[in-house]
């Protein structure tokens, strides 16, 4: 059986066997945890958890549980509240570590996304007049780009000169493994880092983690990740693939809300060195003698002494509500049925593409199991715009992105295969039209 068709030879395109597959779904009652939104007063078929995850029903309840504790206790919250906010943030490494694959002193739950790229680029970005080249993926997300470029001119070097965008080839989509080697090996006694994110929000593309952080180490630079598209999303190991640092928002396949927490992972062999220089806070200062108020920091020997701020309280309650829900479900579960999900969601495109006079879709996602994630993106050769406005019209929640990419999402914990079948009809519906 070929690696990218995966399970799709024994797929059927009709409802009776969508539903078959969800009755058979070990994970398929969690969707009952989360609120679906309504259009035109039905359920929609919900794509976007790869741009802002669902909301948990539990949610609610655990950011009211803050607000009765800070009504009740005020500042005594810190210590009197149901989950204490002096410690709080110090129940995420051992929810975390099995979605990113780390262990628990090399996580932190802190700021968000760029904030905490800035700060781990404080410590891993530390250009010399030999080294000072970054790598990253080029149509990287754009903030990415902006705190990249800007880092490089914060040092007092040139972006045009310094930072290596690693682009497909004429005519292609994806990045190929051996052009980002390539590149690491070209410039290798220039290069200061290499960034790449895990999952490029574009294509979907899952790129190779392992085999780059070996290649930026090999010639003597770090490495390191941003998950934004990837936890939560796909199996990570970062402590085994000894990458040097990483960072990720928790809004999108994580669900814990708009503008929400986010996480960090740092190595173990930097988190526990006190030596390596980054920017200092309150909250990074040894937990024994933080409230002594010494002038010199004394950061903590684990990812929490890259902490500035005392945690916010109401946001991490939305972070652990969701936290939670995977922890029930377990990951090797959720990549399982994610796995099956876009399978079948490739299946039903080829079928489409296969049985159209004229191709309409291009799927610009690799179709190799390891090469993507939950994600899948259609390149639309003609009426991308007002195919996608047609779906909105019959509740199909996607995400349109410029110039011309419809992306979808089918996400393990509350996407169905019947989602799947039913987008299908949609969108053929809606080409043939």
């Given amino acids: 059986m070929n690696e990218h068709i995966g399970l799709s030879l024994e797929y059927k395109n009709t409802l009776d066997y969508a539903k078959y597959l969800d009755e058979n779904d070990p994970l398929h009652l969690y969707r009952e945890?989360?609120?679906?939104?309504?259009?035109h007063g039905k359920e929609s078929i919900y794509f976007t958890g790869n741009s802002l995850g669902l909301q948990p029903k539990t949610t609610q309840d655990h950011i009211l549980n803050e607000l009765e504790d800070w009504a009740t206790f005020g500042?005594?919250?810190?210590?009197?509240?149901?989950?204490?906010?002096?410690?709080?943030?110090?129940?995420?490494?051992?929810?975390?570590?099995?979605?990113v694959g780390a262990k628990e002193n090399e996580l932190v739950v802190m700021n968000q996304l760029t904030v905490n790229l800035?700060?781990?680029?404080?410590?891993?970005?530390?250009?010399?007049?030999?080294?000072?080249?970054?790598?990253?993926?080029?149509?990287?997300?754009?903030?990415?780009?902006?705190?990249?470029?800007?880092?490089?001119?914060?040092?007092?070097?040139?972006p045009t000169t310094s930072l290596i965008e690693i682009s497909p080839l004429p005519g292609e989509h994806t990045i190929s493994d051996k052009a980002i080697q390539d590149a690491i090996s070209t410039h290798g006694d220039e290069l200061a880092l290499v960034l790449i994110g895990a999952v490029?929000?574009?294509?979907?593309?899952?790129?190779?983690?392992?085999?780059?952080?070996?290649?930026?180490?090999?010639?003597?630079?770090?490495?390191?990740?941003?998950?934004?598209?990837?936890?939560g999303n796909i199996e990570l190991k970062l402590h085994d693939w000894e990458v040097d640092f990483a960072c990720w928002c928790s809004y999108k396949y994580l669900n814990s809300g708009p503008g929400a927490v986010s996480g960090v992972f740092i190595h173990e062999k930097y988190a526990t060195d006190t030596s390596v220089p980054r920017f200092a806070g309150w909250w990074g200062h040894n937990k024994e003698t933080r409230f002594k108020m010494?002038?010199?920091?004394?950061?903590?020997?684990?990812?929490?002494?890259?902490?500035?701020?005392?945690?916010p309280i109401l946001s991490m309650a939305a972070h652990y509500a969701a936290l939670e829900i995977f922890a029930a479900a377990g990951m090797p579960a959720l990549l399982q049925k994610s796995k099956k999900l876009t399978d079948y969601l490739f299946f039903i495109l080829n079928e489409i593409n296969k049985n159209s006079v004229e191709q309409i879709i291009e799927i610009i996602t690799p179709q190799?199991?390891?090469?993507?994630?939950?994600?899948?993106?259609?390149?639309?050769?003609?009426?991308?715009?007002?195919?996608?406005?047609?779906?909105?019209?019959?509740?199909?929640?996607?995400?349109w992105r410029e110039p011309n990419v419809i992306r979808i999402a089918p996400v393990p914990l509350y996407n169905s295969f019947e989602d799947v079948f039913r987008f299908g009809e949609i969108i053929s519906a809606t080409l043939k039209n």
């Avoid at 810190?78 to 943030?89: C, F, I, S, V």
């Avoid at 780059?212 to 598209?229: K, P, Q, S, T, Y």
């Fill in 200 to 231: 490029n929000y574009y294509s979907g593309q899952v790129f190779d983690m392992k085999a780059i952080v070996e290649g930026a180490h090999n010639v003597g630079a770090h490495c390191g990740f941003d998950l934004a598209h990837a936890a």
């Fill in 33 to 39: 945890q989360f609120y679906i939104p309504l259009i």
């Fill in 294 to 311: 010494d002038k010199t920091f004394d950061p903590i020997a684990t990812a929490e002494g890259w902490q500035l701020s005392n945690a």
């Fill in 368 to 399: 190799e199991n390891r090469k993507h994630g939950c994600q899948v993106s259609m390149l639309m050769l003609r009426n991308g715009k007002e195919i996608f406005e047609e779906l909105k019209k019959r509740a199909v929640i996607a995400d």
């Fill in 118 to 158: 800035h700060m781990l680029m404080t410590s891993f970005y530390r250009p010399t007049k030999q080294r000072h080249k970054i790598i990253c993926e080029g149509k990287a997300f754009p903030s990415d780009q902006y705190a990249l470029a800007s880092q490089v001119k914060l040092h007092g070097c040139d």
């Fill in 75 to 99: 500042v005594e919250g810190h210590h009197h509240a149901r989950k204490p906010w002096l410690n709080y943030h110090e129940q995420f490494p051992e929810l975390l570590k099995d979605i």
